[in-house]
DNA sequence: AGGTATTCACATGAAACTATTCTCTGAGTTAGG
DNA sequence: TAACTCAGAGAATAGTTTCATGTGAATACCTGT
């Protein structure tokens, strides 16, 4: 026991291969963007007339997962707010993620986080959504000011709520006499736009900007730079960059994974006492990633999913087709071995559509003519994790 | 043979319900003046 | 009479049920050759 402790403990004071690893955490700012130097001027020249103190259009930004928009939002937002510190205007840009659950996921959230962020206080529920309305207004009418919202990932926020609450935004201007609001929306689905309410799309597309991915070259410069900040000289082994690139590459060009894969390649390599860090840590680091991303939605998911998910293993192991109402059938069968309430099939067609969502299974919708039509799913869980999800699964059901 | 019409087995959508957590309000109660 | 307590009304939220409508293409059914 000592003696492996011992190992563990000699691998970390041993010298790190990392310099700064906090220049790979998702978390950090560079200061500088590679590659996107267009779509940040873009944004500034749109975003500039707040230092003539002039309401700004509305923006809206698009771009898939990694291609730093909001990296670029906040580089501009922090920038401009340097500026107008200098000039003493009254501006107030505030950045809020939709997606962050039970802090902005809904119409209430959204206001509460504002009001808090202005400086209110106001009850996470109980009062009708108008009061936060109203007090969000007086907060901005308190004093003259520009204020300009950026809500990240609001096709989330849409899908969950209706997009009432984006019109109301819009709307927000004739309310407020002192003071004047844009918005700015970042979008990572390309054709969000088209589902909303026309006026609001006229409204909130008053200007576009679109992220294009980063194709592997550009990855590849935006590794390096990280990993000359993050590891020390000589570390990285020739061809982990161009690798770790490519393989985010194939993922539209996702560069926060890239800079995930190559953090976690580097503490593998270290773990491993290695002085160097090598493509095949770069091959671990995937699938890693992989693995943990799965298990944790195993491990932490509702036991509804749990169940869910068990009968599609359990089906996954012996038919090679699995379609809606064999799940169904294995699922209600599983609930009363467990003793948990059967759910409607309505409903499980939803947690399945969820599984999919989380890429834990590929269903596709297909029709058999005169026999139906329904999903044909498929599990695309890696065969090595599989046998560990099921155990998890079954504990976790027989736990209750 | 070629063209419609049916039909299956769910998918998909909308609304409504349930349970829980929380606020607000106003009636009733208490204690102090 | 002011302060306090406490029950009930009303909201937000998450997860679900109920009801309703939609749907792609393999088959059944015609139709005229």
């Given at each position: 026991?000592?003696?492996?402790?011992?190992?563990?403990?000699?691998s970390?004071?041993?010298?790190?291969?990392?310099k700064?690893?906090?220049?790979?955490q998702?978390n950090?700012?560079?200061?500088?963007?590679?590659?996107?130097?267009?779509?940040?001027?873009?944004?500034?020249?749109?975003?500039?007339?707040?230092?003539?103190?002039e309401?700004?259009?509305?923006l809206?930004?698009?771009?898939?997962?990694?291609?730093?928009?909001?990296?670029?939002?906040?580089?501009?937002?922090?920038?401009?707010?340097?500026?107008?510190?200098?000039?003493?205007?009254n501006?107030?840009?505030?950045?809020?993620n939709?997606?962050?659950k039970?802090?902005?996921?809904?119409?209430?959230?959204?206001?509460?986080?504002?009001?808090?962020k202005?400086?209110?206080?106001?009850?996470?529920t109980?009062?009708?959504?108008?009061?936060?309305?109203?007090?969000?207004?007086?907060?901005?009418?308190?004093?003259?000011?520009?204020?300009?919202?950026?809500?990240?990932e609001?096709d989330?926020?849409?899908?969950?709520?209706?997009d009432?609450?984006l019109?109301?935004?819009?709307?927000?201007?004739?309310?407020?006499?002192?003071?004047?609001?844009?918005?700015?929306?970042i979008?990572?689905?390309?054709?969000?736009?088209?589902?909303l309410?026309?006026?609001?799309?006229?409204?909130?597309?008053?200007?576009?900007?679109?992220?294009p991915?980063?194709?592997?070259?550009?990855?590849?410069?935006i590794?390096?730079?990280?990993?000359?900040?993050?590891?020390?000289?000589?570390?990285i082994?020739?061809?982990?960059?161009?690798?770790?690139?490519?393989?985010?590459?194939?993922?539209?060009g996702?560069?926060?994974?890239?800079?995930?894969?190559?953090?976690?390649?580097?503490e593998?390599a270290?773990?491993?006492?290695?002085?160097k860090?090598?493509?095949e840590?770069?091959?671990?680091?995937?699938?890693?990633?992989?693995?943990?991303?799965?298990?944790?939605?195993?491990?932490s998911g509702?036991?509804?999913?749990?169940?869910?998910?068990?009968?599609?293993?359990?089906?996954?192991?012996?038919?090679?087709?699995?379609?809606?109402?064999?799940i169904?059938?294995?699922?209600?069968?599983?609930?009363?071995?467990a003793?948990?309430?059967?759910?409607?099939?309505?409903?499980?067609?939803?947690?399945?559509?969820?599984l999919?969502m989380l890429?834990?299974?590929?269903?596709?919708?297909?029709s058999?003519?005169?026999?139906?039509?329904?999903?044909e799913?498929?599990?695309i869980?890696?065969?090595?994790?599989?046998?560990?999800?099921?155990?998890?699964?079954?504990?976790?059901i027989?736990?209750?």
């Open positions: 026991m000592v003696l492996k402790l011992d190992k563990i403990f000699d970390f004071t041993k010298e790190s291969l990392f700064n690893k906090f220049v790979l998702t950090y700012t560079p200061e500088t963007i590679p590659h996107r130097e267009k779509q940040i001027e873009q944004i500034a020249s749109i975003l500039a007339p707040i230092l003539r103190f309401r700004t259009s509305n809206f930004i698009y771009g898939k997962s990694g291609t730093g928009k909001t990296l670029s939002i906040q580089y501009v937002k922090d920038e401009l707010l340097k500026k107008v510190k200098k000039q003493k205007i501006v107030t840009i505030e950045y809020i939709c997606k962050l039970k802090i902005a996921d809904t119409e209430y959230r959204i206001l509460a986080e504002l009001i808090r202005l400086g209110g206080m106001v009850p996470a109980g009062l009708p959504t108008e009061r936060l309305y109203n007090k969000f207004v007086e907060l901005l009418e308190s004093k003259k000011q520009l204020f300009i919202l950026i809500l990240d609001i989330q926020a849409v899908k969950k709520i209706n009432d609450f019109y109301n935004f819009t709307r927000l201007n004739s309310e407020l006499n002192k003071s004047q609001i844009s918005i700015i929306g979008s990572n689905d390309l054709n969000f736009l088209d589902l309410d026309p006026r609001v799309r006229s409204s909130l597309g008053e200007e576009e900007i679109v992220f991915p980063y194709n592997a070259e550009q990855l590849q410069d590794l390096r730079e990280r990993a000359d900040a993050a590891f020390k000289q000589g570390v082994e020739q061809g982990v960059i161009e690798k770790c690139a490519a393989l985010a590459a194939r993922e539209h996702d560069a926060r994974r890239a800079l995930d894969m190559l953090r976690i390649a580097g593998l270290e773990r491993e006492g290695k002085k860090v090598t493509t840590h770069i091959d671990k680091a995937n699938e890693k990633m992989e693995r943990d991303k799965v298990l944790d939605i195993i491990e509702p036991k509804q999913f749990q169940l869910v998910l068990t009968a599609i293993i359990e089906l996954d192991n012996k038919k090679q087709k699995i379609f809606t109402s064999d169904y059938n294995t699922y209600q069968r599983l609930c009363k071995e003793k948990i309430e059967i759910l409607t099939q309505r409903r499980v067609g939803d947690i399945i559509a969820e999919d890429g834990l299974i590929n269903a596709q919708v297909i058999k003519g005169r026999y139906g039509r329904m999903r799913i498929k599990l869980i890696h065969p090595s994790i599989k046998e560990r999800a099921r155990n998890i699964l079954y504990e976790a027989a736990l209750r």
